[in-house]
């Protein structure tokens, strides 16, 4: 029986390839998998949630300018039901009408991976009715909500809501990231008047912040 030499020597470069591939290959997972994500300190979560605060009133401000004029031509006065029209809007004929209340960066902070320091928002398109299990959608002639969440547990703890009332409202419990059906019946929420006491609350659950490393 005759035997090849040069098998042994191909063997070895194939299996020198694949420890090469497999060594790259974990590096890379490493580098951007697995290298240590920077924890915010509890100071930082607290910035995120004052910036926040003051987007949210953007939008406030944003919808109170917005059912003054007829943005997408369709012959009603109404709220904007979503938070990138209040940026640019679709008129009747699908065209595309810049509005420019708040800024494109802002307007899409409308799921996690687009977060605006931490933050992103989550529209409230319907209601419960009354004595009743069943949803109806918000009249955008006269109602609109939205809530501003944190998009990861050590970016934020607090979280705020606004609708059509102008006010501005706070929520630090278990119910938090849960869109509030009527905010001033619901002792979750707080109604809150100003970054003063934002501050305010924050240095009153100050333990929780420690709890978010």
């Given at each position: ?108 902070a409308i799921k996690r991976t687009r977060a605006v320091d931490g933050y992103y928002f989550v529209h409230k398109f319907s209601k419960p009715l ?84």
């Amino acid at each position: 029986m005759t035997t090849n030499p040069q098998h042994p020597i191909r063997i070895t470069g194939v299996l020198s390839t694949l420890i090469v591939t497999v060594l790259l290959a974990g590096t890379g997972y490493l580098l951007f998998f697995k290298a240590d994500k920077a924890i915010n300190s509890p100071e930082d979560i607290k910035q995120n949630e004052r910036i926040a605060f003051n987007n949210i009133g953007l939008i406030s401000k944003a919808q109170a300018e917005y059912i003054k004029h007829d943005h997408d031509n369709n012959g009603k006065l109404e709220y904007s039901r979503f938070i990138p029209h209040l940026w640019r809007t679709i008129g009747k004929e699908n065209e595309k009408i810049q509005v420019n209340l708040i800024d494109k960066k802002l307007a899409f902070a409308i799921k996690r991976t687009r977060a605006v320091d931490g933050y992103y928002f989550v529209h409230k398109f319907s209601k419960p009715l009354p004595e009743s299990e069943k949803n109806v959608d918000m009249d955008a002639e006269k109602e609109w909500g939205v809530l501003i969440i944190p998009a990861e547990n050590d970016t934020g703890y607090l979280t705020f809501f606004a609708n059509q009332s102008g006010n501005l409202y706070v929520c630090h419990n278990d119910m938090r990231r849960i869109v509030p059906n009527d905010p001033d019946t619901d002792n979750s929420w707080l109604l809150v008047k100003d970054i003063q006491e934002v501050i305010s609350l924050q240095q009153t659950i100050r333990g929780k912040y420690e709890s978010l490393k």
